[in-house]
């Protein structure tokens, strides 16, 4: 089945008593036994639940995975993986990961004795050269947030591989629909679902998807006992959402590509950062495991004063943490969503106080790109 199709039927059925075509949102915390011990498979809403079953199946089809599970956001998702592993263990991270990520697991999860090495995970000898006899996990986002490096899911699963380590790619800024990691070979898919996969910016939510039974039940295992469950309400609202990911997609890529055309001639811009361009230092390498380059775009415009005017004079993006919904924001990463990364880290990856991150709705392109055009006259 192709993707548009199974967006809209994976994981759900006519409802049984009604026939209703839309799985309702079973607004339940437990079920009736009809007798001592015979359930019909739901005992406990923490546990299970038929609005967020549809929607674990939905996703894991859309990811080419066979188990999915939902968690209450993208960073309870990061936790449970996290707590598959053990003090002692040795974990390599991409060096320019979301803030959120690298705050959990530098200020909480390190307390615990598990031991992280972050690397620039493009980089494949770099990687070899990081790995240890207690290495047993790989965790990297690609393209990165906001500098959208690539790393070769392909290369970097056979490595694991060769080695009985696990690995775990953060496909929240591609959305299924433009990546696939497991198809590389990667053990583990983690969204952010707030972002592109459900898209209007009004649920935060997370999930896991993997194809190896193993995995799938210590995670189902994590995600009963910690706890960190999305209501059916956000289920249902995700699950609706994940109706028009394709198209929304498109969309976000149409846009995105249009303004990086406009913006490559333009001077007050210093660096132009979208893996969709021919002068990203990895553009053949994302057209090989990407089927799109998404609606994210990083602008360098020099200094911290450039970076705060042109912000402040966008009218149609309006300033936000968060991304990938169908309105366009824009963010200043040093001073919203990486001001927990230290600044000589900040440096080392080019996470300069002159960088501008776009999220491209999918509104008008040509209303969209006036409105950037406007912003850079104050500069
Ligand atoms: C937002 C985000 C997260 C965290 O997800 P929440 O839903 O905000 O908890 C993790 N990874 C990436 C790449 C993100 O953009």
């Given at each position: 089945m192709?993707?548009?199709?199974?967006?809209?039927?994976?994981?759900?059925?006519?409802?049984?008593?009604?026939?209703?075509?839309?799985?309702?949102?079973?607004?339940?915390?437990?079920?009736s036994?009809?007798?001592?011990?015979?359930?019909?498979?739901?005992?406990?809403?923490?546990?299970?639940?038929?609005?967020?079953?549809?929607?674990?199946?939905n996703?894991?089809?859309l990811?080419?995975?066979?188990?999915?599970?939902?968690?209450?956001?993208?960073?309870?998702?990061?936790?449970?993986?996290?707590?598959?592993?053990?003090?002692?263990?040795?974990?390599?991270?991409?060096?320019?990961?979301?803030?959120?990520?690298?705050?959990?697991?530098?200020?909480?999860?390190?307390?615990?004795?598990?031991?992280?090495?972050?690397?620039?995970?493009?980089?494949?000898?770099?990687?070899?050269?990081?790995?240890?006899?207690?290495t047993?996990?790989?965790?990297?986002e690609?393209p990165?947030?906001?500098?959208?490096?690539?790393?070769?899911?392909?290369?970097?699963?056979?490595?694991?591989?060769?080695?009985?380590?696990?690995?775990?790619?953060?496909?929240?800024?591609?959305?299924?629909?433009?990546?696939?990691?497991?198809?590389?070979?990667?053990?583990?898919?983690?969204?952010?679902?707030?972002?592109?996969?459900?898209?209007?910016?009004?649920?935060?939510?997370?999930?896991?998807?993997?194809?190896?039974?193993?995995?799938?039940?210590?995670?189902?295992?994590?995600?009963?006992?910690?706890?960190?469950?999305?209501?059916?309400?956000?289920?249902?609202?995700?699950?609706?959402?994940?109706?028009?990911?394709?198209?929304?997609?498109?969309?976000?890529?149409?846009?995105?590509?249009?303004?990086?055309?406009?913006?490559?001639?333009?001077?007050?811009?210093?660096?132009?950062?979208?893996?969709?361009?021919?002068?990203?230092?990895?553009?053949?390498?994302?057209?090989?495991?990407m089927?799109g380059?998404?609606?994210?775009?990083?602008?360098?415009?020099?200094?911290?004063?450039?970076?705060?005017?042109?912000?402040?004079?966008?009218?149609?993006?309006?300033?936000?943490?968060?991304?990938?919904?169908?309105?366009?924001?824009?963010?200043?990463?040093?001073?919203?969503?990486?001001?927990?990364?230290?600044?000589?880290?900040?440096e080392?990856?080019?996470?300069?106080d002159?960088?501008?991150?776009?999220?491209?709705?999918?509104?008008?392109?040509?209303?969209?790109?006036?409105?950037?055009?406007?912003?850079?006259?104050?500069?």
């Amino acid at each position: 089945m192709k993707f548009a199709t199974k967006q809209i039927h994976a994981g759900q059925h006519p409802e049984e008593t009604t026939g209703a075509v839309i799985t309702p949102i079973f607004q339940t915390s437990t079920y009736s036994n009809e007798k001592l011990g015979e359930s019909k498979g739901y005992d406990y809403g923490r546990t299970i639940n038929p609005t967020r079953v549809a929607l674990e199946n939905n996703l894991a089809a859309l990811e080419n995975g066979k188990y999915g599970f939902c968690f209450s956001s993208g960073m309870a998702a990061i936790q449970a993986i996290i707590t598959l592993f053990k003090p002692g263990d040795h974990i390599i991270c991409t060096n320019n990961v979301y803030g959120g990520t690298y705050r959990l697991f530098e200020l909480i999860i390190k307390n615990y004795g598990l031991e992280f090495s972050y690397i620039d995970t493009s980089d494949l000898e770099e990687l070899k050269k990081s790995i240890k006899p207690n290495t047993k996990f790989i965790y990297v986002e690609t393209p990165t947030n906001p500098m959208l490096n690539i790393t070769d899911m392909k290369k970097l699963s056979e490595l694991a591989k060769s080695k009985n380590i696990l690995t775990c790619v953060d496909n929240t800024f591609m959305s299924p629909y433009f990546q696939n990691p497991l198809d590389f070979g990667i053990d583990i898919v983690n969204h952010s679902s707030t972002k592109y996969i459900n898209g209007h910016s009004d649920v935060i939510g997370g999930c896991l998807v993997t194809n190896d039974e193993k995995i799938a039940e210590r995670i189902k295992f994590l995600q009963n006992s910690i706890g960190a469950v999305p209501s059916p309400f956000d289920c249902w609202l995700i699950l609706r959402s994940t109706k028009t990911l394709a198209q929304r997609m498109k969309a976000h890529n149409e846009n995105a590509m249009a303004i990086c055309e406009v913006l490559s001639n333009e001077k007050k811009i210093q660096k132009l950062f979208y893996p969709g361009l021919e002068t990203h230092p990895q553009y053949e390498l994302a057209k090989s495991q990407m089927r799109g380059f998404g609606g994210i775009i990083s602008l360098e415009l020099g200094s911290f004063d450039r970076a705060v005017n042109f912000c402040n004079a966008l009218k149609l993006f309006q300033i936000a943490e968060s991304l990938g919904g169908v309105e366009s924001l824009v963010c200043h990463p040093v001073s919203m969503t990486h001001g927990v990364v230290p600044k000589n880290i900040r440096e080392e990856i080019g996470l300069t106080d002159g960088l501008v991150r776009l999220s491209v709705g999918i509104e008008d392109k040509d209303d969209l790109i006036e409105d950037i055009k406007n912003a850079l006259k104050v500069l």
